[in-house]
């Protein structure tokens, strides 16, 4: 976060004054000074060392999922589990001893739990989901403090009301913890459906429904379920409190299952199925010494997130979460016990801002392809859209010694160690078969090698010996007997097709149009706005942004829309307008320091290509466009950045590379080639093979264009299939409030980095 080389914070301090151009520098020093555990309820962090690992079972779902060729009934309410060992629970006083406050899904009646217990549908019968929220009277919301001062559902309209997303200064109504009633939205991750029923982040509303966001319709839900069998997953998504939702449990699985893919034991491809076929939900969580769930919201000294970045501008929003406790489906480092066979496992990282590069280990942590018998194999055999052709081996011997571990690295550079390895960012999942015959008796651990924040931060902790700084995540004992002989897909050798036909190449469709899009991230000044010296701003993140657009499509501080918009009528204008049944490219910059997994609703995209581009001469030459104004009281001069203006250039209109986008077009010569392809264009990478699938998530680093193949189609489309105008969805795209596009660590969505996506006839 503190990198020198990220955005505002190294490269521009010449014009370091407009970084916080909107911060007239008027906001009194130390509005959050006092400490806080919580702002509501006090709370100690718990030291995560101090939490003994691998002790409880890990929760599994086969014979628990929820048919959904019926109507399923999904409850949100409050509930406890024990989420961390019992010795944790059983010395505190009650109601703490019952377990972990949480906010969860129960379906059907069954009880709520964290995750949720996992949907499976059947391709082509849609399901109907009912959606209830019963967040009343909460333990939970005392410690999860909504931040008033950004964007967000708000329903009582107190953000609105006291203008709180344009401070500072803000009325001290802004700095208040919210304590009103709790907006929920359900969004379906990486569902092909129409937009009323995506959960659009506005689409919220309240117990009872006593307020509703301005893009509600309906809480009953229809998923038509047309898509190809994969892995999705259901999370909130209402506005601006997707971070806190998430974290406080609202997340399941979502399996579509077709007449290959059917999870039963007959299955045509031979997948392992039954208790060899399990859900793992990865996050990383903070307790405190109640074992309730720790979100940092203050300057406390014991947040290992460190007190909030842009405090005058809002008083509680950190850039990223990251806890010290690991988690998988609900449980603190959980052990497996499994048969000496091959399982699938369905992964999702779940968690708001930590990345995961993963790698079987041995018990002592100790890399077993280099000491001893080679560990068990894993391939991955799918990603967020469904099946590869072809399985990806994953932690090869072939790739040497601790693979995985080796430093992923910054600007500029290819960030290729997690490539061949377990590596999922936020909302990315995988389908994996690892393969433990002939492991009887043998413990294995699997580890995480991302350093916090990626790929620019460094250990995997926090630097300071924490739980997490050894990197595991859990635990599998081999010390179930085999049953019967494993007669299951072997990637290793011959067996079944892992699809019936191969995945359909968007990539080589001619586009109808390109789109070149940055990603930036704005930081406080270095001079302004605490005074010199303050150790609060400098070079600290106060909002990340789409191609420097926020979330309603205005400009700073104004109610001018970015010119070349398109409203929804309900609240936001959307730059991002693709016709229905189109393919476009998007050529995505990221000007940050960091990677952000970029998720797109609606459809499922393609990568073409990584290719390694020079943010410092760009951004030179990307600032110097812009036109100089005034906003939010302050006077940017021509060529000046200005945060929240939009593109420097008009949106609609093609710059030299024939691409939308209002930004300077990534020329070759001077932006394509640089350190170790000074003097030639740097090569296009094409997609490690774990990318080279279906996606709805993509992670993109830093000082790289990641280009995509994106069509406004259902992805079994053949490539000739489809025309620019012409729907080919079982539903109308256009229809309803919309999709969105955003980040999806969750720190970043809830504070602009997301836009509004709207489907053209
Ligand atoms: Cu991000």
Same mark, same amino acid.
């Given at each position: 976060?503190?990198?020198?080389?990220?955005?505002?914070?190294?490269?521009?301090?010449?014009?370091?004054?407009?970084?916080?151009?909107?911060?007239?520098?008027?906001?009194?020093?130390?509005?959050?000074?006092?400490?806080?555990?919580?702002?509501?309820?006090?709370?100690?962090?718990?030291?995560?060392?101090?939490?003994?690992?691998?002790?409880?079972?890990?929760?599994?779902?086969?014979?628990?999922?929820?048919?959904?060729?019926?109507?399923?009934?999904? =409850?949100?309410?409050?509930?406890?589990?024990?989420?961390?060992?019992?010795?944790?629970?059983?010395?505190?006083?009650?109601?703490?001893?019952?377990?972990?406050?949480?906010?969860?899904?129960?379906?059907?009646?069954?009880?709520?739990?964290?995750?949720?217990?996992?949907?499976?549908?059947?391709?082509?019968?849609?399901?109907?989901?009912?959606?209830?929220?019963?967040?009343?009277?909460?333990?939970?919301?005392?410690?999860?403090?909504?931040?008033?001062?950004?964007?967000?559902?708000?329903?009582?309209?107190?953000?609105?009301?006291?203008?709180?997303?344009?401070?500072?200064?803000?009325?001290?109504?802004?700095?208040?913890?919210?304590?009103?009633?709790?907006?929920?939205?359900?969004?379906?991750?990486?569902?092909?459906?129409?937009?009323?029923?995506?959960?659009?982040?506005?689409?919220?509303?309240?117990?009872?429904?006593?307020?509703?966001?301005?893009?509600?319709?309906?809480?009953?839900?229809?998923?038509?379920?047309?898509?190809?069998?994969?892995?999705?997953?259901?999370?909130?998504?209402?506005?601006?409190?997707?971070?806190?939702?998430?974290?406080?449990?609202?997340?399941?699985?979502?399996?579509?299952?077709?007449?290959?893919?059917?999870?039963?034991?007959?299955?045509?491809?031979?997948?392992?199925?039954?208790?060899?076929?399990?859900?793992?939900?990865?996050?990383?969580?903070?307790?405190?010494?109640?074992?309730?769930?720790?979100?940092?919201?203050?300057?406390?000294?014991?947040?290992?997130?460190?007190?909030?970045?842009?405090?005058?501008?809002?008083?509680?929003?950190?850039?990223?979460?990251?806890?010290?406790?690991?988690?998988?489906?609900?449980?603190?480092?959980?052990?497996?016990?499994?048969?000496?066979?091959?399982?699938?496992?369905?992964?999702?990282?779940?968690?708001?801002?930590?990345?995961?590069?993963?790698?079987?280990?041995?018990?002592?942590?100790?890399?077993?392809?280099?000491?001893?018998?080679?560990?068990?194999?894993?391939?991955?055999?799918?990603?967020?859209?469904?099946?590869?052709?072809?399985?990806?081996?994953?932690?090869?011997?072939?790739?040497?010694?601790?693979?995985?571990?080796?430093?992923?690295?910054? =600007? =500029?550079?290819?960030?290729?160690?997690?490539?061949?390895?377990?590596?999922?960012?936020?909302?990315?999942?995988?389908?994996?078969?690892?393969?433990?015959?002939?492991?009887?008796?043998?413990?294995?651990?699997?580890?995480?090698?991302?350093?916090?924040?990626?790929?620019?931060?460094?250990?995997?902790?926090?630097?300071?010996?924490?739980?997490?700084?050894?990197?595991?995540?859990?635990?599998?004992?081999?010390?179930?007997?085999?049953?019967?002989?494993?007669?299951?897909?072997?990637?290793?050798?011959?067996?079944?097709?892992?699809?019936?036909?191969?995945?359909?190449?968007?990539?080589?469709?001619?586009?109808?149009?390109?789109?070149?899009?940055?990603?930036?991230?704005?930081?406080?000044?270095?001079?302004?706005?605490?005074?010199?010296?303050?150790?609060?701003?400098?070079?600290?993140?106060?909002?990340?942004?789409?191609?420097?657009?926020?979330?309603?499509?205005?400009?700073?501080?104004?109610?001018?829309?970015?010119?070349?918009?398109?409203?929804?009528?309900?609240?936001?204008?959307?730059?991002?307008?693709?016709?229905?049944?189109?393919?476009?490219?998007?050529?995505?910059?990221?000007?940050?320091?960091?990677?952000?997994?970029?998720?797109?609703?609606?459809?499922?995209?393609?990568?073409?290509?990584?290719?390694?581009?020079?943010?410092?001469?760009?951004?030179?030459?990307?600032?110097?466009?812009?036109?100089?104004?005034?906003?939010?009281?302050?006077?940017?001069?021509?060529?000046?950045?200005?945060?929240?203006?939009?593109?420097?250039?008009?949106?609609?209109?093609?710059?030299?590379?024939?691409?939308?986008?209002?930004?300077?077009?990534?020329?070759?010569?001077?932006?394509?080639?640089?350190?170790?392809?000074?003097?030639?264009?740097?090569?296009?990478?094409?997609?490690?093979?774990?990318?080279?699938?279906?996606?709805?998530?993509?992670?993109?680093?830093?000082?790289?264009?990641?280009?995509?193949?994106?069509?406004?189609?259902?992805?079994?489309?053949?490539?000739?299939?489809?025309?620019?105008?012409?729907?080919?969805?079982?539903?109308?795209?256009? =229809?309803?409030?919309?999709?969105?596009?955003?980040?999806?660590?969750?720190?970043?969505?809830?504070?602009?980095?997301?836009?509004?996506?709207?489907?053209?006839?």
């Amino acid at each position: 976060m503190n990198d020198a080389r990220l955005f505002l914070g190294g490269l521009v301090l010449g014009a370091g004054l407009v970084t916080l151009g909107c911060d007239s520098g008027a906001s009194p020093d130390g509005v959050i000074s006092v400490t806080r555990a919580s702002v509501v309820v006090p709370q100690t962090p718990l030291d995560g060392t101090t939490i003994p690992r691998f002790v409880d079972p890990l929760t599994t779902f086969n014979g628990r999922r929820v048919d959904a060729t019926a109507t399923v009934n999904v =409850n949100m309410q409050e509930f406890q589990q024990r989420v961390l060992p019992a010795s944790i629970y059983t010395s505190l006083p009650a109601p703490y001893n019952a377990g972990t406050f949480l906010w969860g899904y129960n379906i059907n009646n069954a009880g709520a739990s964290w995750p949720a217990r996992t949907i499976e549908a059947k391709q082509g019968t849609a399901t109907t989901a009912i959606y209830t929220n019963s967040l009343t009277n909460t333990h939970l919301q005392k410690l999860l403090t909504v931040d008033q001062s950004i964007h967000w559902a708000d329903p009582l309209g107190t953000t609105a009301a006291n203008n709180c997303v344009n401070g500072p200064p803000l009325a001290a109504a802004c700095t208040e913890p919210y304590a009103g009633p709790i907006p929920t939205v359900v969004h379906l991750h990486g569902n092909e459906v129409l937009s009323q029923y995506d959960g659009h982040p506005d689409a919220w509303w309240t117990p009872g429904f006593a307020q509703k966001g301005r893009a509600f319709v309906s809480n009953t839900y229809n998923y038509l379920n047309q898509q190809e069998a994969t892995t999705l997953w259901f999370h909130d998504h209402a506005l601006g409190i997707v971070r806190l939702n998430v974290y406080a449990g609202l997340a399941g699985f979502y399996f579509i299952r077709d007449g290959r893919d059917t999870g039963l034991p007959n299955n045509p491809i031979t997948l392992p199925s039954g208790p060899q076929e399990a859900e793992l939900m990865i996050q990383d969580r903070q307790f405190d010494t109640n074992g309730q769930l720790y979100f940092p919201d203050s300057d406390n000294a014991a947040n290992l997130n460190g007190p909030p970045s842009a405090p005058d501008k809002h008083p509680f929003w950190i850039p990223e979460f990251f806890g010290d406790v690991m988690t998988v489906n609900g449980k603190s480092w959980p052990t497996m016990e499994v048969q000496p066979r091959r399982y699938r496992f369905r992964l999702v990282n779940a968690s708001n801002a930590r990345f995961l590069i993963m790698q079987m280990f041995n018990q002592q942590g100790v890399d077993i392809h280099v000491n001893g018998a080679p560990g068990p194999a894993v391939w991955q055999i799918g990603s967020d859209g469904g099946l590869f052709n072809t399985p990806v081996k994953l932690d090869d011997p072939a790739n040497g010694a601790n693979a995985c571990a080796g430093a992923p690295v910054g =600007n =500029n550079v290819d960030v290729g160690a997690g490539a061949k390895c377990l590596f999922l960012a936020p909302a990315e999942r995988a389908d994996v078969i690892v393969d433990f015959g002939g492991q009887a008796g043998k413990t294995f651990t699997l580890k995480n090698f991302a350093v916090i924040p990626f790929p620019s931060g460094s250990p995997v902790g926090f630097g300071a010996p924490d739980a997490t700084a050894d990197g595991l995540v859990m635990q599998f004992k081999v010390d179930l007997p085999l049953q019967g002989t494993d007669t299951t897909f072997n990637p290793a050798g011959s067996h079944p097709a892992l699809r019936a036909t191969p995945i359909v190449n968007i990539k080589t469709i001619a586009p109808n149009k390109k789109r070149q899009l940055i990603l930036v991230e704005e930081e406080g000044d270095t001079a302004n706005p605490d005074g010199p010296g303050s150790p609060v701003d400098d070079g600290d993140p106060v909002e990340s942004l789409i191609n420097n657009t926020k979330w309603n499509g205005n400009r700073e501080g104004t109610t001018t829309v970015v010119p070349g918009s398109t409203s929804n009528g309900r609240g936001v204008a959307a730059t991002e307008t693709p016709q229905e049944g189109s393919t476009e490219i998007w050529e995505v910059a990221n000007l940050t320091g960091d990677a952000h997994p970029i998720h797109i609703h609606l459809i499922q995209f393609q990568v073409i290509s990584r290719q390694i581009f020079d943010v410092d001469s760009y951004l030179t030459d990307w600032m110097a466009a812009f036109p100089g104004g005034t906003f939010n009281g302050f006077n940017f001069p021509a060529g000046i950045y200005i945060p929240g203006f939009g593109p420097p250039l008009t949106y609609n209109v093609l710059n030299g590379a024939g691409a939308l986008g209002g930004n300077l077009n990534y020329d070759a010569a001077k932006y394509l080639q640089q350190g170790a392809c000074a003097g030639g264009a740097c090569p296009l990478r094409a997609p490690d093979a774990i990318d080279s699938g279906w996606k709805d998530t993509i992670k993109m680093f830093p000082g790289e264009v990641t280009r995509l193949a994106v069509r406004w189609a259902p992805q079994d489309i053949p490539a000739n299939g489809t025309r620019a105008g012409q729907d080919p969805f079982p539903f109308d795209p256009t =229809n309803g409030p919309g999709y969105i596009e955003h980040c999806h660590i969750l720190d970043h969505e809830d504070n602009e980095f997301m836009r509004p996506l709207l489907i053209a006839k």
